[in-house]
């Protein structure tokens, strides 16, 4: 667990890029698997189930979108975009691929050896979760340490709030959550957001994991999940 923790995939078709990325990310610690085609990254991905994959848009074959779109149907492993663009942020925020960050070139590598510091940190495990796999009703499952979501043995993609939001419910089974706890416990008490944030992602974890998420509305305080 700990080397597939620290690997990590770059799909980026500048040679240049590229390889500075390799440098810098390998100087501080992580193996570093490249690939210049979108599809030679998916199979990466697929065969070493990195910690983190960093994504250029523009690719030779298909584009980041795409791959993202792709990875997303199995894993929930983060993805920092590598963006040209002010117009390719616009699209991954408004497209909802569950990108964790991205940084625009030009970039600082440094700057994204933190980023990607700071994503691997957020998505750490909870030193509290003695299970690793937290069972939701007859039908769900969320594995924290691997950070996949299913609904009868399929992996649901979730965006990393709601992966976080399901997994703050699955610890906390069968209490009634304020909002107020679950915008403390997930986004932490210095994020600036209101109650709907929560109403939000509740309503999309109801969507995407189906009606048999035993997951309720309790009045006037919040939501229970079992
Ligand atoms: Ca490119």
Request: aromatic share 6%; net charge negative; charged share 30%.
């Amino acid at each position: 667990m700990a080397e597939a923790e620290r690997t990590l995939v770059v799909i980026e078709d500048d040679g240049n890029i590229a390889d500075l990325l390799d440098l810098y990310l390998r100087e501080a610690g992580f193996r570093v698997l490249q690939a210049s085609h979108g599809e030679r990254g998916l199979e990466l991905i697929e065969q070493h189930r990195p910690a983190l994959v960093l994504l250029d848009i523009g690719l030779p074959d298909i584009d980041g979108f795409e791959v993202c779109r792709r990875v997303r149907t199995t894993s929930n492993v983060p993805v920092l975009f590598l963006t040209a663009r002010d117009g390719e942020i616009d699209r991954i925020i408004g497209l909802e691929l569950g990108a964790d960050d991205y940084v625009t070139k030009p970039f600082s590598p440094r700057e994204v050896v933190a980023r990607v510091k700071a994503i691997l940190r957020r998505g750490q495990p909870d030193p509290r979760d003695a299970r690793d796999v937290v069972h939701i009703g007859d039908d769900h499952t969320v594995d924290i340490t691997r950070r996949e979501a299913r609904c009868r043995d399929q992996v649901v993609p979730l965006a990393t709030k709601e992966f976080e939001l399901l997994a703050f419910f699955a610890r906390n089974q069968g209490i009634a959550l304020s909002r107020q706890q679950l915008l403390d416990g997930v986004w932490g008490a210095d994020w600036y957001g209101d109650d709907r944030t929560v109403d939000v992602h509740v309503r999309q974890l109801r969507k995407k994991l189906g009606d048999d998420l035993p997951l309720a509305t309790v009045w006037g305080i919040g939501y229970r999940l079992g």
